[in-house]
């Protein structure tokens, strides 16, 4: 049973293009989570997904960055326009509602 | 919302001694889970503990859930025991996000 994968690993951006961060949940698991995390501190939530639904994005900055979790396929954080501020590893969770298990990150870098 | 406060920030341990991480939260939650981070990143599930004891290995844990604290046990310590260890917690009927507290981060010296 594969755990959570995560693609790409490592992303580089420039300023002002665009981000797209991959996450396949662990097999039977329906509940997806992205979490952010900046460097020297812990991970921050960011948005909750069940399939084709956007439960919870509290977490989430409410301009530039939007997730999907498709009826078929990963999920999927997207993150527009980005900023140097932006620079950070980024983690998904999946879950089948109680515990939640990770991904291997995508550090996303942005010059 | 949940506060989820971590001791000691810093640790550093010679090889072969036991230590205790401390994580204490503000509010009742039904998940607590303990995680290593690795120096490569990697987050390490290590328990599952909302409530009593665990054990696995040379690891440890216990969640008094009344009295809002988690305590993560490492006994005989290894260099391969090095990282961030992180406390976080979630309330399940909530949709179980979890809150991270600021991390341990240790250091075992061969």
């Known amino acids: 049973n594969a755990g959570v994968m995560q693609n790409p690993r490592h992303l580089v951006r420039r300023r002002g293009q665009e981000a797209r961060l991959r996450c396949s949940p662990m097999?039977?698991?329906?509940?997806v989570y992205w979490y952010r995390q900046l460097p020297e501190e812990g991970l921050k939530f960011m948005v909750y997904?069940?399939?084709?639904?956007?439960?919870?994005e509290s977490g989430m900055p409410k301009e530039r960055f939007s997730a999907e979790f498709p009826k078929e396929g990963p999920s999927i954080l997207r993150i527009q326009q980005v900023v140097r501020g932006d620079s950070a590893a980024y983690f998904c969770a999946s879950s089948r509602g109680t515990e939640a298990f990770f991904g291997q990150g995508t550090r996303l870098t942005v010059v | 919302g949940i506060q989820v406060e971590q001791s000691p920030p810093d640790l550093i341990l010679q090889e072969g001694a036991n230590s205790t991480l401390r994580c204490n939260f503000s509010?009742?939650?039904?998940?607590l889970q303990w995680f290593h981070q690795n120096p490569w990143g990697q987050l390490i599930n290590l328990f599952y503990?909302?409530?009593g004891t665990k054990q696995n290995g040379r690891l440890s844990a216990t969640t008094v859930a009344t009295e809002r604290y988690s305590l993560l046990y490492i006994s005989s310590s290894q260099t391969t025991d090095s990282g961030v260890y992180f406390c976080?917690?979630?309330?399940?009927?909530?949709?179980?996000?979890?809150?991270f507290g600021g991390g341990t981060r240790l250091m075992v010296k061969p």
């Open positions: 509010d009742s939650v039904n998940n």
């Open positions: 503990i909302p409530s």
């Open positions: 997904l069940q399939k084709e639904n956007i439960i919870d």
């Open positions: 976080a917690v979630g309330l399940n009927n909530a949709g179980n996000m979890l809150t």
């Open positions: 097999k039977g698991h329906s509940h």
